[in-house]
């Protein structure tokens, strides 16, 4: 199983909005709702942001939020904050019954 | 408030077996899926194995042949064993949650560096 294929890095300023996407198969992303999202902190484990494509678990800031279309799902942040800047990681579950993260994101705040 | 603690040894030799334990404080065990979870130094996340205490193991095709995840559910703790190996297994590896119903992880161990080195 490949990893699904994420942009190395995305940049934006204070207050601007960024997109992230993760793009994958028909056996993949394409195959179920399971696509999440993970946004990990240098030297800290990943924390679930986003599930099944749209929802937020509680105390997740609604400036995350998620859609996919097709085999290619996407995670927007609007407003970004320096608190933002982070490795993004997206996650599949696979018509072969196990899961696959993307490549990873690593975000910038200018 | 769940809590997942891990530990094993942290340096091994090329050959040998890797060994760690997560325990799971808070909530219940046996109704939950619990994965395995490794991050090789600056690179990406890759999913290793679940285990489940009803429906059993499945386990990453790339290392199913030297993976074993098993349970024991009198101590709430699951472990993974990865026979074998190189320096290529020198990783930060993570247990975490199913979440409920969903394929989502939503709690995470503190994670465990690995190294193999001779």
């Known amino acids: 199983q490949s990893a699904l294929t994420q942009p190395a890095s995305v940049s934006g300023s204070p207050g601007q909005s960024i997109t992230i996407s993760c793009t994958g198969t028909s056996s993949d992303v394409g195959a179920y709702s399971s696509l999440s999202w993970y946004q990990q902190h240098p030297g800290k484990a990943p924390k679930l942001i986003i599930y099944d494509i749209t929802n937020r678990p509680s105390g997740v800031s609604n400036r995350f939020s998620g859609s996919k279309s097709g085999n290619t799902a996407s995670l927007t942040i609007s407003g970004l904050q320096a608190e933002d800047e982070a490795d993004y990681y997206c996650?599949?579950?696979?018509?072969?019954?196990?899961?696959?993260f993307g490549t990873g994101t690593e975000v910038s705040v200018l | 408030q769940v809590q997942l603690q891990q530990w094993g040894a942290g340096l091994l030799k090329p050959s040998e077996t890797l060994s760690l334990t997560c325990a799971v404080y808070?909530?219940?065990?046996?109704?939950?899926?619990w994965s395995w979870i490794r991050q090789p130094p600056g690179k990406g996340l890759e999913w290793i194995g679940e285990i489940h205490h009803r429906r059993g193991t499945k386990y990453n095709p790339s290392l199913k042949s030297r993976v074993t995840i098993s349970e024991d559910t009198s101590k709430n703790q699951f472990s993974l064993k990865l026979t074998s190996v190189t320096a290529a297994d020198t990783a930060v590896y993570y247990c975490?949650?199913?979440?409920?119903?969903?394929?989502?992880?939503?709690?995470w161990g503190q994670g465990s560096l690995v190294s193999v080195s001779s």
């Open positions: 975490a949650r199913h979440m409920d119903r969903k394929w989502s992880f939503d709690y």
């Open positions: 996650k599949s579950y696979t018509t072969s019954g196990t899961y696959v």
């Open positions: 808070g909530g219940s065990f046996s109704d939950y899926c």
